[in-house]
């Protein structure tokens, strides 16, 4: 073969060009040759992960989506104990909190600010019942067995709650943001038929020292809860027509609230809440003051407005247990209980504070944060 490629002589002169650009062969060379390097390399360390773990990767495959967390609850709460002899008050605002033991000093706590001592109250054991978003408290004292006496705290100045002659028994019962208060008196009838009576006040902060009596024609008992744009809601027992409820208006007006029942336990804004008699149980209700409007709340009670239309109440389980419990939108959540503790009911509660105390002797306090 050597000796044949011998034989042939070639003419550089008569061959024609070559069409082939070396250097640019040459450089396509090397990229293949670095690429080929790259991809055994890529093989390689993916043949050690394998053996090394035992589970293959594939290439260029998405990662798998993270599983979804359960939403958070926008009204997650948490319970504290609290003394057992301890009493809690909380105005509608979550700020103002009132505390005091039987027979001890009352104090009022601003916000994260020092609690202070309540001094001036009549009487020796006076009891609190109300605390109002601008800081007024109201609340009675028993002087004896047949006479209790009302009485207002704002900033230090202590008032004593005016009423008719002849009342025995002066307890207040709300108070709104600008200070005026409501409650009811009771009093000698005018006879054997109507031995007490009881009649609704107002005490407008407008006009201290003074009282308007908000009553029926005829009516036996009255109550309300009184806005904090002025309009007292309640009624009043009549004689042959049973409870008739009603909306008193600052400018004297007097308007029939058709299905407020006489268990209500107050009002915030439009609605009025408490319960009623149903199939022999008791039902709680909302009522719309404006367009009368009735919502049934079934086995859920409610005593307390709290933030964002919501309610703090109990329901009443088997054998009469209370459970704490809030209500919006029409979903109730019990409200979470420390261990061994149960029958507890709603005492006081204000935007997202709520109070709650065991209803057996010596039970303890508690205080949800929501």
């Not at 690429?35 to 055994?40: G, S, T």
């Not at 201290?208 to 904090?228: C, F, I, K, M, W």
Request: glycine letters at 12%; aromatic letters at 6%; proline letters at 8%.
């Amino acid at each position: 073969m050597s000796d044949l490629l011998k034989t042939i002589d070639f003419d550089e002169d008569s061959m024609p060009p070559s069409s082939v650009d070396l250097d640019a062969a040459l450089r396509t060379g090397r990229r293949r040759e670095t690429r080929n390097k790259a991809l055994a390399a890529t093989a390689v360390a993916a043949a050690v992960l394998i053996a090394a773990t035992g589970v293959a990767m594939a290439v260029n495959r998405p990662p798998a989506p993270r599983p979804e967390k359960p939403p958070k609850k926008d009204w997650d709460c948490t319970v504290q104990t609290l003394p057992s002899q301890q009493r809690y008050l909380v105005d509608p605002t979550g700020e103002i909190v009132v505390s005091w033991s039987p027979g001890g000093p009352i104090r009022m706590q601003r916000g994260n600010g020092p609690a202070q001592e309540i001094t001036g109250l009549p009487g020796a054991d006076p009891s609190p019942q109300r605390v109002g978003a601008g800081g007024v408290l109201i609340g009675s004292t028993s002087l004896d067995a047949d006479h209790d006496v009302g009485w207002r705290y704002e900033n230090g100045q202590v008032t004593t709650l005016p009423a008719p002659a002849g009342a025995l028994r002066v307890r207040p019962w709300s108070v709104n943001a600008a200070g005026d208060v409501t409650g009811w008196l009771q009093r000698s009838g005018t006879s054997d038929a109507q031995p007490v009576i009881n009649d609704l006040l107002l005490w407008p902060a407008s006009a201290p020292g003074t009282y308007r009596l908000l009553t029926l024609p005829g009516a036996g008992e009255a109550s309300g809860t009184v806005l904090d744009d002025g309009v007292v809601v309640g009624g009043a027992v009549v004689p042959g027509s049973g409870f008739i409820g009603v909306v008193w208006r600052p400018d004297g007006t007097v308007e029939r609230l058709e299905r407020l029942h006489s268990n209500f336990n107050g009002a915030a804004g439009d609605w009025a809440f408490g319960n009623y008699e149903a199939a022999n149980d008791l039902n709680g209700f909302r009522y719309n003051i404006r367009t009368q409007e009735f919502v049934d709340l079934g086995a859920f009670d409610p005593g307390f407005a709290l933030a964002g239309g919501r309610l703090a109440g109990i329901v009443r389980q088997a054998r009469g247990v209370f459970a704490p419990t809030v209500w919006h939108d029409g979903v109730t959540e019990a409200l979470p209980l420390p261990p061994s503790v149960t029958d507890v009911e709603v005492v006081s509660a204000g935007n997202r504070t709520i109070y709650g105390r065991g209803r057996m002797e010596n039970s303890t306090s508690l205080v949800w944060r929501c």
